[in-house]
């Protein structure tokens, strides 16, 4: 059978185009080459427990029922219901940086007011930062790179200020290192502050479980264990794709998740392409703790906390194996849940060093990741009150763990630093979506699917 478009990854982006165009009576293959779906976004069960991968919090939250904005956007696109996603909004959330806390919720004003308190002589500036935010189009398509930390400076003096507003949108969205594209940053700036965290109460799997229903209903085909090895070509068109199994799958078009790198690299024709789109550096561990109380029984009731032990903010690829100066925290717990989650759970992420973790043998890479977790909780002590007598059971990921199940080079999260927003590459017939195309965020990661469907596709 041959297929109007064949999609590389069954990650958000690739399941959100794929509705898009079932919708629209395309026929739709779906290629994934590992058991699940997700991706950078996925779930799995050990030892008992199940745990989210990637998702500490779905971003551009809006109440049911809102008509404007990604999330309602979003679901009109789909068909998708409220319900489907069911969000419960955050408790609350902070940035902490030595000397100085930043609180904010989904309600803006508490930001505001924080920043009018702590830094005075910025608010002025910082309120024309916010109106210049809302009159840019960081959605359009063909719009030119500027340097956030560039435009910020316009508007703000105060060092610390700056990079205590860029630590949590740096941590949630940006491949370069120590700035952002500016668009990006009105991406992140917009959909934590502005609009907030929420959470389905069953994680990620309650998002995935909707799309995958929805696709299925539409007629779409998903196949799991096909990985993709080679693109194939006739002169400057893709005509389809062969499998790891040897299995030929032709298709018009081919819509890829895997990353601008990871994806050029299966056309054979392609030789450039480390130098044209190289693959990004900005990589992480994760520790998920699992405990035998709430963390709000200890006294820790946020629900992420953005931190930084260095008054200037390093945003890079470590030195170490880690850089455990700065980091996220996270509670799956600290919710507006009706009832509370069954286990309370913690979540700990850090910067890292991809080459320092994919090669190593593996008893020396299980005494790495059992040094680092220990160490990793502790200096996120400085900053919540002692968990550690109550954990249950840990498990870590690492630039190793996430390549092998993305296929991204180095492990890097967030792609490649050069962005390809109108999802095309050298390739005609053969488009982007996801990470590399440039929308973030687990509402940002479907809109990417489903733009370049519209833009490309459906035409």
């Not at 959470?199 to 479980?209: D, H, M, N, S, Y």
Request: glycine share 8%; with cysteine; hydrophobic share 35%.
């Amino acid at each position: 059978m041959r297929y109007d478009t064949i999609i590389i990854g069954a990650g958000l982006s690739g399941l959100a185009a794929g509705i898009r165009l079932a919708y629209f009576d395309r026929s739709v293959c779906l290629l994934e080459r590992h058991t699940t779906i997700g991706g950078l976004n996925s779930f799995y069960r050990l030892r008992g427990r199940n745990h989210d991968v990637g998702l500490h919090a779905v971003t551009n939250y809006a109440a049911p029922g809102t008509k404007t904005g990604p999330l309602s956007k979003l679901l009109r696109q789909l068909r998708l219901s409220w319900d489907d996603f069911s969000l419960v909004p955050q408790c609350g959330s902070r940035v902490d940086f030595p000397g100085c806390s930043l609180r904010f919720s989904n309600d803006f004003s508490l930001l505001e007011q924080e920043i009018a308190e702590s830094f005075p002589s910025q608010i002025d500036g910082f309120r024309r930062l916010v109106a210049h935010i809302a009159g840019h189009n960081e959605t359009s398509l063909d719009r030119e790179s500027q340097s956030a930390r560039a435009v910020t400076g316009e508007f703000l003096s105060d060092p610390l200020l700056i990079d205590m507003l860029f630590c949590p949108l740096m941590f949630y969205g940006s491949a370069t290192p120590h700035d952002m594209d500016f668009s990006q940053f009105v991406i992140m700036f917009k959909s934590i502050f502005q609009e907030g965290f929420a959470r389905p109460r069953e994680g990620i799997r309650r998002i995935l479980k909707h799309l995958v229903r929805k696709y299925r209903e539409l007629g779409g085909e998903l196949r799991l264990r096909a990985g993709v090895k080679q693109i194939l070509m006739d002169g400057e068109r893709a005509t389809g794709v062969l499998l790891d199994d040897g299995t030929v799958i032709e298709g018009e078009n081919i819509l890829s998740s895997a990353g601008s790198a990871e994806t050029l690299r299966l056309c054979p024709t392609l030789t450039s392409a480390n130098e044209t789109d190289p693959p990004g550096e900005i990589s992480f561990v994760e520790t998920i703790f699992s405990l035998d109380c709430l963390p709000a029984s200890l006294g820790h009731e946020e629900t992420i906390v953005f931190y930084s032990d260095t008054e200037k903010f390093r945003y890079d690829r470590p030195t170490d194996d880690c850089d455990i100066s700065s980091g996220i925290i996270c509670s799956p717990n600290n919710f507006q849940y009706d009832e509370p989650l069954e286990e309370g759970c913690l979540r700990i992420t850090a910067l890292a060093d991809p080459d320092r973790w994919m090669d190593l043998p593996e008893e020396e890479y299980l005494r790495r990741k059992e040094d680092w977790c220990s160490r990793i909780a502790r200096a996120a002590l400085s900053h919540i009150p002692d968990f550690q007598p109550h954990v249950l059971d840990t498990d870590m990921f690492t630039p190793r763990t996430i390549r092998k199940f993305t296929g991204h080079l180095n492990g890097a999260v967030y792609g490649a630093p050069g962005k390809r927003l109108d999802g095309r590459t050298p390739v005609d017939n053969l488009y982007l979506c996801g990470t590399d195309q440039g929308f973030l965020g687990i509402i940002g990661s479907m809109l990417s699917g489903i733009s370049m469907a519209n833009a490309w596709l459906l035409r």
